[in-house]
C-alpha cells in the first residue's frame, strides 16, 4: 500500500471573506544557509528605507535585461485575487533563449450569456519571446474552464496544457494537439524530473460513464494511495493514476478522497514510512516490481518529498522546536545539504529541466498566523524568490517579486540553469548567473 500523508495546514482568509485551508507545503520549499535580506523584508517598518535608485530592482543580483511587459497586453491583477489561489500568469524557457509568456487577459469574455458551463470561463493570452530583444515569435489566445493551474513545461520546447478533462501537448508553435482524454475533470497534474511520466488526479465519480479514448483504470495497476486527513467528501471519487506520457499507460491507478501528492521519476514512486521517534524511512517502489529503501530523514513533522532530478530528493521536515528545514539527498542514500526553510507561507517549488538549479517562491506576512488568527490578504506584504545550486544548497539569486502571485508561476530557470525570469513590477526581469555546481551520481542502481 502507498501511504502518503497530507502535510501541515494553515488558515488564511480569502478576499471574499470566506476562510479555506490550504496546505502549508504547496511544494518542498528551499532556504539558503544565509538571510541576505532582514527577516522583515516586506513587512511595514517605522524606519522606511530609502528609495532605490532608478533602474534598480529588489535583488542581490541586477537584472541583465528586462522585457516590457505592459506593451504584450498583460495588465497586473486585482489585489483581490490575493488569497484565491488563481494561476494568474505562467512563466516557462522552451529552450535557452526562448521564454514562453502565459497571462489572464480581462474582459474577453462575454457575460450574457452565463451559465453554470462558462461561469469560470477565461481568456489566456500566450506568448513566445526570443531572448534578449523580447521579439515575439508566436502568439495565441486559450479559452480555459477553471482557475487552476493550466501549464506544464516538458523541456526541449515542448509543454503541456491543462483544461478540463482534456491534456494537450504544445511546442513553441504554440498549436496545440490532444494528448490525453480523462473521464472527468482533471483537478490536478504534475510531471516526474524526466518529464517521461505523469501524475493526474481527476473527478470521476462511480456514476461517471467512460467515452471511447478516455484514459483507462486498467485492474492490472491498481494500487491503494491514501492520506490520514478525511477529503472533502466519504466518496473516493477521485481518481489518482501514473501514467506514461510517450502512450499513455497507466502504472499505477487508486481511488482517493482528496488530492494527493505523490512523488515520482522515471522509475517508481517514494513511500514515506514512520520509524522511531522522529526519523522517517524512504522506500523506492519501482514500477517493475520490487522496493528498496534509501535512506532516512529526520523530522518531527511529516515530511513532504519531492524529486529535484531523477536521483535527488527533497524532503521539507521540521525541527523539535517547529521550524521548518530542508534536506536534499540522493536516492543511493548519499546526504548532500541541509538548510533552515524560513518563511514556509504557501511556498512554491520551481525546478529547471535537468535539476541543477532551484526556485523557492513564498509569501512573506507581516504577522503570525493561525486557525484562529487566518492571513487577511493585507497582511501579505511580497513575495521572496531564491535561486539555489541543487548540489550544494546555495544561494545564488534572491529578489522581491511583484505583484504577488500566491499560487506562483512567475519565476522561471532555464535549462542550463544560467537565466532565470522574475515578473517584477510590469517588466519581466532577466537575470544571468554563473554556472550551477554540478550535482554528483546519487542515481539508485537496480
Same mark, same amino acid.
Not at 522561471?412 to 554556472?435: T, Y
Given at each position: 500500500?502507498?501511504?502518503?500523508?497530507?502535510?501541515?495546514?494553515?488558515?488564511? $482568509?480569502?478576499?471574499?471573506?470566506?476562510?479555506?485551508?490550504?496546505?502549508? %507545503?504547496?511544494?518542498?520549499?528551499?532556504?539558503?544557509?544565509?538571510?541576505?535580506?532582514?527577516?522583515?523584508?516586506?513587512?511595514?517598518?517605522?524606519?522606511?528605507?530609502?528609495?532605490?535608485?532608478?533602474?534598480?530592482?529588489?535583488?542581490?543580483?541586477?537584472?541583465?535585461?528586462?522585457?516590457?511587459?505592459?506593451?504584450?497586453?498583460?495588465?497586473?491583477?486585482?489585489?483581490?485575487?490575493?488569497?484565491?489561489?488563481?494561476?494568474?500568469?505562467?512563466?516557462?524557457?522552451?529552450?535557452?533563449?526562448?521564454?514562453?509568456?502565459?497571462?489572464?487577459?480581462?474582459?474577453?469574455?462575454?457575460?450574457?450569456?452565463? &451559465? *453554470?458551463?462558462?461561469?469560470?470561463?477565461?481568456?489566456?493570452?500566450?506568448?513566445?519571446? $526570443?531572448?534578449?530583444?523580447?521579439?515575439?515569435?508566436?502568439?495565441?489566445? %486559450? +479559452?480555459?474552464?477553471?482557475?487552476?493551474?493550466?501549464?506544464?513545461?516538458?523541456?526541449?520546447?515542448?509543454?503541456?496544457?491543462? !483544461?478540463? !478533462?482534456?491534456?494537450?501537448? /504544445?511546442?513553441?508553435?504554440?498549436?496545440?494537439?490532444?494528448?490525453?482524454?480523462?473521464?472527468?475533470?482533471?483537478?490536478?497534474? *504534475?510531471?516526474?524530473?524526466?518529464?517521461?511520466?505523469?501524475?493526474?488526479?481527476?473527478?470521476?465519480?462511480?456514476?461517471?460513464?467512460?467515452?471511447?479514448?478516455?484514459? /483507462?483504470?486498467?485492474?492490472?495497476?491498481?494500487?491503494?494511495?491514501?492520506?490520514?486527513?478525511?477529503?472533502?467528501?466519504?466518496?473516493?471519487?477521485?481518481?489518482?493514476?501514473?501514467? $506514461?506520457?510517450?502512450?499513455?499507460?497507466?502504472?499505477?491507478?487508486?481511488?482517493?478522497?482528496?488530492?494527493?501528492?505523490?512523488? @515520482?521519476?522515471?522509475?517508481?514512486?517514494?513511500?514515506?514510512?514512520?520509524?522511531?521517534?522522529?526519523? %522517517?524511512?524512504?522506500?523506492? &517502489?519501482?514500477?517493475?516490481?520490487?522496493?528498496?529503501?534509501?535512506?532516512?530523514? *529526520?523530522?518531527? #513533522? +511529516?515530511?513532504?518529498?519531492?524529486?529535484?532530478?531523477?536521483?535527488?530528493?527533497?524532503?521539507?521536515? #521540521?525541527?523539535?522546536?517547529?521550524?521548518?528545514?530542508?534536506?536534499?539527498?540522493?536516492? &543511493?542514500?548519499?546526504?548532500?545539504?541541509?538548510?533552515?526553510?524560513?518563511?514556509?507561507? %504557501?511556498?512554491?517549488?520551481?525546478?529547471?529541466?535537468?535539476?541543477?538549479?532551484? /526556485?523557492?517562491?513564498?509569501?512573506?506576512?507581516?504577522?503570525?498566523?493561525? +486557525?484562529?488568527?487566518?492571513?487577511?490578504?493585507?497582511?501579505?506584504?511580497?513575495?521572496?524568490?531564491? @535561486?539555489?545550486?541543487?548540489?550544494?544548497?546555495?544561494?545564488?539569486?534572491?529578489?522581491?517579486?511583484?505583484?504577488?502571485?500566491? @499560487? /506562483?508561476?512567475?519565476?522561471?530557470?532555464?535549462?542550463?540553469?544560467? $537565466?532565470?525570469?522574475?515578473?517584477?513590477?510590469?517588466?519581466?526581469? @532577466?537575470?544571468?548567473?554563473? !554556472?550551477?555546481?554540478?550535482?554528483?551520481?546519487?542515481?539508485?542502481?537496480?
Amino acid at each position: 500500500m502507498v501511504k502518503v500523508v497530507p502535510a501541515a495546514r494553515f488558515w488564511v $482568509r480569502t478576499a471574499v471573506g470566506l476562510v479555506l485551508a490550504v496546505s502549508l %507545503w504547496e511544494s518542498a520549499p528551499v532556504a539558503g544557509a544565509q538571510d541576505v535580506f532582514p527577516h522583515g523584508l516586506f513587512a511595514e517598518k517605522k524606519k522606511k528605507a530609502a528609495p532605490a535608485e532608478a533602474g534598480t530592482v529588489r535583488a542581490t543580483v541586477q537584472p541583465s535585461f528586462s522585457i516590457a511587459a505592459e506593451p504584450l497586453g498583460y495588465s497586473q491583477p486585482a489585489s483581490f485575487y490575493l488569497g484565491m489561489r488563481s494561476a494568474l500568469m505562467s512563466l516557462d524557457f522552451l529552450d535557452e533563449d526562448r521564454l514562453l509568456f502565459t497571462f489572464r487577459v480581462p474582459g474577453l469574455i462575454s457575460r450574457s450569456h452565463r &451559465n *453554470e458551463e462558462t461561469e469560470n470561463e477565461r481568456k489566456v493570452r500566450a506568448v513566445v519571446l $526570443r531572448l534578449p530583444q523580447g521579439n515575439v515569435e508566436s502568439e495565441a489566445v %486559450w +479559452t480555459l474552464h477553471d482557475k487552476k493551474r493550466y501549464l506544464y513545461n516538458l523541456g526541449n520546447g515542448k509543454f503541456l496544457l491543462r !483544461d478540463r !478533462d482534456t491534456v494537450q501537448m /504544445g511546442d513553441a508553435s504554440l498549436q496545440l494537439k490532444p494528448l490525453l482524454q480523462f473521464p472527468g475533470p482533471v483537478l490536478w497534474l *504534475e510531471v516526474d524530473p524526466s518529464r517521461q511520466f505523469l501524475v493526474t488526479g481527476s473527478s470521476e465519480p462511480p456514476t461517471q460513464a467512460s467515452r471511447p479514448g478516455d484514459v /483507462g483504470s486498467p485492474a492490472s495497476a491498481r494500487g491503494n494511495v491514501t492520506t490520514d486527513a478525511p477529503g472533502l467528501s466519504d466518496k473516493p471519487d477521485m481518481v489518482l493514476r501514473i501514467l $506514461r506520457r510517450e502512450d499513455g499507460k497507466v502504472m499505477l491507478v487508486s481511488h482517493v478522497r482528496s488530492a494527493v501528492h505523490l512523488p @515520482i521519476n522515471g522509475q517508481g514512486y517514494l513511500e514515506l514510512l514512520r520509524g522511531s521517534g522522529m526519523m %522517517w524511512t524512504l522506500n523506492f &517502489n519501482y514500477f517493475s516490481g520490487g522496493n528498496t529503501l534509501v535512506g532516512q530523514v *529526520e523530522s518531527a #513533522c +511529516t515530511p513532504l518529498l519531492d524529486f529535484i532530478s531523477p536521483g535527488e530528493v527533497l524532503a521539507t521536515g #521540521c525541527n523539535s522546536n517547529g521550524d521548518a528545514k530542508l534536506m536534499a539527498l540522493g536516492l &543511493n542514500g548519499k546526504k548532500l545539504w541541509q538548510a533552515p526553510a524560513g518563511s514556509s507561507v %504557501w511556498p512554491v517549488l520551481v525546478t529547471n529541466t535537468k535539476g541543477t538549479r532551484i /526556485g523557492r517562491e513564498s509569501l512573506m506576512a507581516g504577522r503570525e498566523m493561525s +486557525t484562529i488568527a487566518p492571513l487577511e490578504p493585507e497582511d501579505i506584504k511580497g513575495q521572496d524568490v531564491q @535561486i539555489l545550486d541543487a548540489a550544494t544548497g546555495k544561494l545564488v539569486l534572491r529578489a522581491a517579486a511583484t505583484p504577488v502571485f500566491d @499560487i /506562483g508561476g512567475n519565476v522561471a530557470i532555464s535549462p542550463s540553469g544560467r $537565466r532565470v525570469a522574475i515578473m517584477m513590477g510590469k517588466n519581466l526581469q @532577466i537575470f544571468e548567473l554563473p !554556472d550551477p555546481t554540478p550535482v554528483p551520481d546519487v542515481n539508485l542502481e537496480h
